[in-house]
């Protein structure tokens, strides 16, 4: 599983997602940092990355846009360094592996992870 991290994460998360096992870039070293949240999701779709990201605004893209990929996993806390919540991503990222193969929004928090399966239906 290949993840691209959101400039709002720390770059240590890198070596923290490679050690579990998964392939990890930092948008950072690939490209513009001031990149709209668009250009972001169009270059994880065409590499086949998963988002990784604090960034609600992934997941209101996906739900406007009714896509079906890239996948994206947001974290939803005030800590969001690899020391506090690097295990709960990794267990995420295992346990919801087959959805984000296929196209989801998972979102973890301090307590849990849950998945949402792509294209987000809109309640009207």
């Given at each position: 599983m290949k993840i691209l991290l959101d400039m709002n994460l720390s770059p240590d998360w890198v070596p923290v997602l490679e050690n579990a096992?998964?392939?990890?870039?930092h948008w950072s070293t690939i490209g513009n940092p001031s990149a709209i949240d668009k250009?972001?999701?169009t270059w994880a779709l065409?590499?086949?990355y998963?988002?990784?990201?604090?960034d609600l605004d992934f997941g209101t893209l996906l739900a406007m846009t009714q896509a079906n990929a890239p996948s994206v996993i947001q974290v939803r806390s005030q800590d969001i360094l690899p020391a506090k919540l690097?295990?709960?991503v990794i267990n995420a990222l295992r346990q919801f592996q087959q959805e984000l193969a296929m196209g989801a929004?998972?979102?973890?928090d301090e307590v849990k992870a849950k998945v949402r399966i792509l294209p987000i239906q809109r309640n009207f």
């Open positions: 096992g998964f392939e990890a870039v250009v972001i999701m065409t590499n086949d998963i988002v990784f990201t604090h690097g295990n709960l929004l998972v979102t973890v």
